[in-house]
């Protein structure tokens, strides 16, 4: 399921991106295609399953920890940053919700305590706030 999601918001993102281009006056728009790229990279780079310590990841889980920061971090800048004539209110927010979810993981990620009770329903609440995100903006174009 894992890898399937990933694909499909990698197209998504690339595929909103090509439409905002098309359609408005959208700036920041490579940190869309950037989500998008990293997102389809990532599914060919599974994540370790509970791993000791960042230290103890496997080359496979380092390479997805770095796509995954790349991904959480341009998700974060193209939700709080792009911007075009007649966008949603809605997506103002929302977008802020994207940036602080996203620091939230990458915060959780470096401490222990909080990797150990929280991480996962972090990451979750991220990936809603994203995908919230991705479909808010597609359904403002079409």
């Known amino acids: 399921g894992y890898r399937a999601m990933v694909v499909l918001q990698g197209i998504g993102a690339i595929l909103i991106a090509i439409g905002l281009g098309q359609e ?7 940190w869309l295609y950037v989500y998008g790229a990293v997102r389809l990279l990532i599914s060919g780079f599974m994540t370790d399953r509970e ?11 380092r ?17 709080s940053h792009l911007d075009w004539t007649g966008k949603p209110a809605v997506l103002g927010p929302l977008g802020w919700v994207v940036t602080a ?3 939230a993981t990458g915060t959780a990620l470096v401490v222990p305590p909080i990797r150990r009770v929280a991480l996962g329903l972090i990451e979750r609440m991220h ?3 994203a995908i919230t995100w991705l ?3 597609s359904a403002s174009i079409i």
Do not use: K, N, Q, W
């Open 24 to 30: 408005t006056d959208a700036s920041s728009l490579g």
């Open 51 to 61: 791993p000791e310590s960042l230290r103890s990841l496997t080359r496979s889980g």
């Open 63 to 79: 390479i997805h920890m770095l796509l995954a920061g790349t991904a959480f971090a341009s998700i974060a800048v193209a939700a």
């Open 101 to 103: 979810t996203a620091i």
């Open 127 to 129: 990936y809603a706030a």
């Open 135 to 137: 479909i808010a903006v």
